[in-house]
């Protein structure tokens, strides 16, 4: 166990909705990032968080956001979902170079 | 900028023999390397890390890999295969530019035969 938690474990949504999907961090932590897993692909970079800024981000559309909270818990958000967004969203957190990933979200969009 | 290349996307294996997973990298920056492995249904667990100590670096699970930085690469091996290592495995190298990013493989897919 890495001590990072993610929820839902599943979601089902459909073309056109918006989705939150949440993060809580290892203790200590004050880094967060997210990954999309499309099946069959390794992890994509969507952004990173720290001390509740955005300090990096991967290749993805602006529909795509985040939110780090005080207590380093975070949120990724989703709007107007595309079928191509069905994927397993990963969160990490760590604190220097390590990364400690969640167990997924895995979204489906129909 | 950097990247990684996991130069093969499945690898099968018989129970009881050695194990070569192949990943070559790219990078602008002393990187951090890292094999991660992926059980189906799961998360990513971490297996074993490189960030310029020893070239060579022993994981869990009897895995361990060489960095060799004339030829870019981090091979991940294990000495004798066991039916529980059939998983997804990661190649991931990390270098800080502004921020630290992780930037994956492909992956590759090893099928352990009994």
């Known amino acids: 166990e890495t001590g990072v938690t993610q929820s839902p474990t599943h979601l089902i949504k459909t073309r056109g909705q918006q989705v939150t999907l949440r993060c809580s961090s290892q203790s200590g932590h004050n880094t967060v990032s997210w990954y999309q897993q499309a099946l069959g692909q390794g992890p994509q970079f969507i952004f990173q968080?720290?001390?509740?800024?955005?300090?990096g981000r991967g290749n993805f559309p602006p529909r795509f956001s985040g939110l780090q909270f005080p207590n380093y818990s975070s949120e990724l958000n989703v709007n107007a979902l595309e079928l191509d967004d069905s994927a397993l969203y990963l969160c990490?957190?760590?604190?220097?170079?390590?990364?400690?990933f969640g167990p997924g979200t895995r979204l489906t969009v129909l | 900028a950097q990247s990684v290349t996991q130069l093969d996307s499945h690898v099968s294996v018989s129970e009881g023999t050695p194990v070569l997973l192949r990943c070559n990298y790219s990078s602008s920056y002393s990187p951090s390397l890292f094999w991660y492995v992926q059980h189906p249904n799961k998360g990513l667990q971490l297996l074993l890390k490189y960030t310029s100590a020893a070239t060579l670096v022993k994981g869990i699970n009897g895995f361990e890999a060489e960095f060799k930085k004339s030829e870019t690469s981090f091979h991940l091996t294990k000495p004798s295969a066991h039916m529980s290592d059939a998983a997804e495995y990661f190649c991931?190298?990390?270098?800080?530019?502004?921020?630290?990013?992780?930037?994956f493989g492909t992956g590759t897919r090893l099928k352990v035969l009994a």
């Open positions: 990490a957190s760590r604190t220097g170079g390590e990364q400690f």
């Open positions: 991931v190298v990390s270098a800080y530019s502004g921020t630290y990013k992780y930037i």
């Open positions: 968080y720290y001390r509740e800024e955005e300090n």
